[in-house]
């Protein structure tokens, strides 16, 4: 018969089992949450340096690059773009701002929040601006609805310039042709053929 004393101790014993499993479960959770943040992070790290990069460069960023510019180190940032890894505060900030121009949130947000949505979408058209193809109204200029109405050209306009341009002789649409596909290279987009479609 055992005494009240190795009782309580084995009831202890049980409670102390059952703490350290309900810890494990816990750190098990949240270490599948620390995945599942990094994982995000990577995937929209990754999809931001494949799409936002200045036009006169013309390719995403290195990894080196970044990391000279957040201030990490290389295998840091391939840690970073490969999911395994969440950075600090002050450095996802820094991507999201100082490289991105986006908000720091994007990093961290659920997919379905509107903030996500919108920077997805806008992505969208830098890379349909890119190929030369024709974006939304929406996704043309940023404001309200009367402002890019204002910034854009209306179908007569369209038409007046370019009634004005086959009027030239051939060597002078030529040279607005080359001069166009320059303005669009500046801006990051491709140049198109003569019949509109991107080269």
Do not use: W
Request: aromatic share 6%; glycine share 8%; net charge negative.
């Amino acid at each position: 018969m055992s005494s009240p004393q190795q009782g309580q101790g084995a009831a202890d014993g049980e409670a102390q089992r059952e703490d350290r499993a309900v810890r494990a479960d816990r750190s098990d959770a949240s270490g599948s949450e620390d995945f599942d943040a990094a994982q995000r992070f990577g995937r929209r790290f990754k999809r931001l340096n494949q799409v936002i990069y200045p036009a006169e460069q013309g390719r995403p960023y290195r990894e080196r690059e970044i990391a000279d510019e957040i201030g990490m180190s290389v295998s840091q940032v391939s840690n970073l773009l490969n999911g395994r890894s969440v950075p600090r505060a002050d450095r996802a900030v820094a991507l999201a701002q100082r490289l991105y121009g986006v908000r720091v949130e994007y990093f961290f947000l659920p997919d379905d929040d509107a903030y996500v949505q919108a920077v997805d979408e806008d992505l969208q058209a830098i890379e349909q601006q890119r190929r030369g193809e024709p974006l939304s109204r929406s996704h043309r200029t940023a404001g309200t609805a009367a402002e890019a109405d204002a910034l854009l050209l209306g179908d007569e306009q369209v038409r007046s310039i370019a009634e004005g341009v086959a009027e030239l002789p051939l060597d002078m649409r030529e040279t607005v042709g080359a001069l166009v596909d320059q303005l669009r290279r500046a801006v990051g987009f491709h140049p198109k053929d003569g019949r509109g479609r991107p080269r």
